[in-house]
T-cell receptor, first 113, second 109 residues
Framework: NAGVTQTPKFQVLKTGQSMTLQCAQDMNHEYMSWYRQDPGMGLRLIHY???????DQGEVPNGYNVSRSTTEDFPLRLLSAAPSQTSVYFCATSRFSGTYGYTFGSGTRLTVV | KNEVEQSPQNLTAQEGEFITINCSYS?????LHWLQQHPGGGIVSLFM???GKKKHGRLIATINIQEKHSSLHITASHPRDSAVYICAVAYSGNTPLVFGKGTRLSVIA
């Protein structure tokens, strides 16, 4: 089992470009989420999903879009990249949310220039 | 706003010392998580607890629901324990975790 697979690991974008960060899991977890991690800020929730076809916004959703067409995949789209989106992004999954253990992807380090 | 506070923010210890990291939260929770992140690395779940105490190797996590407080203890610390330790809480069964800002631990040989 691969667990949670995040791609790419590193990415440099120019301001205004768009891209998709991929998150795939093979654990049949219903709950999937995207976080960004910035120095001194801790992990902040961008979007989450409690199952296929259901998504909701987190603390910092602006500039990001998600969809959940299958249980396995939860891509995060940057619509028009901005330098403020330079960060490390983590995908995290759980059987259901907070009362079950979490599994994190290895992270994507994104730089927007 | 529901907040999760960790202390200390930074901690330096000598190898072999007993280490305590604290986490407090403002309202009732359904579960509390402790996570570990090594420098430049991914995030690993250490414990999830809703009451009492859990132990895994040299790591011990405790929670006091009445006082809204949890502690992570490391016995006989080792340089490989150097990492950021993150506390996160779930306020109900199907809501996202709320994270503390982490405690950066450095263990010196």
């Amino acid at each position: 089992n691969a667990g949670v697979t995040q791609t790419p690991k590193f990415q440099v974008l120019k301001t205004g470009q768009s891209m998709t960060l991929q998150c795939a899991q093979d654990m049949n977890h219903e709950y999937m989420s995207w976080y960004r991690q910035d120095p001194g800020m801790g992990l902040r929730l961008i979007h989450y999903s409690v199952g296929a076809g259901i998504t909701d916004q987190g603390e910092v959703p602006n500039g990001y879009n998600v969809s959940r067409s299958t249980t396995e995949d939860f891509p995060l789209r940057l619509l028009s990249a901005a330098p403020s989106q330079t960060s490390v992004y983590f995908c995290a999954t759980s059987r259901f949310s907070g009362t079950y253990g979490y599994t994190f992807g290895s992270g994507t380090r994104l730089t927007v220039v | 706003k529901n907040e999760v506070e960790q202390s200390p923010q930074n901690l330096t210890a000598q190898e072999g010392e007993f280490i305590t990291i604290n986490c407090s939260y403002s309202v009732g929770i359904s579960a509390l998580h402790w996570l570990q992140q090594h420098p430049g690395g991914g995030i690993v779940s250490l414990f999830m607890l809703s009451s009492g105490k859990k132990k895994h190797g040299r790591l011990i996590a405790t929670i006091n629901i009445q006082e809204k407080h949890s502690s992570l203890h490391i016995t006989a610390s080792h340089p490989r324990d150097s990492a950021v330790y993150i506390c996160a809480v779930a306020y109900s069964g199907n809501t996202p975790l709320v994270f503390g800002k982490g405690t950066r631990l450095s263990v010196i040989a």
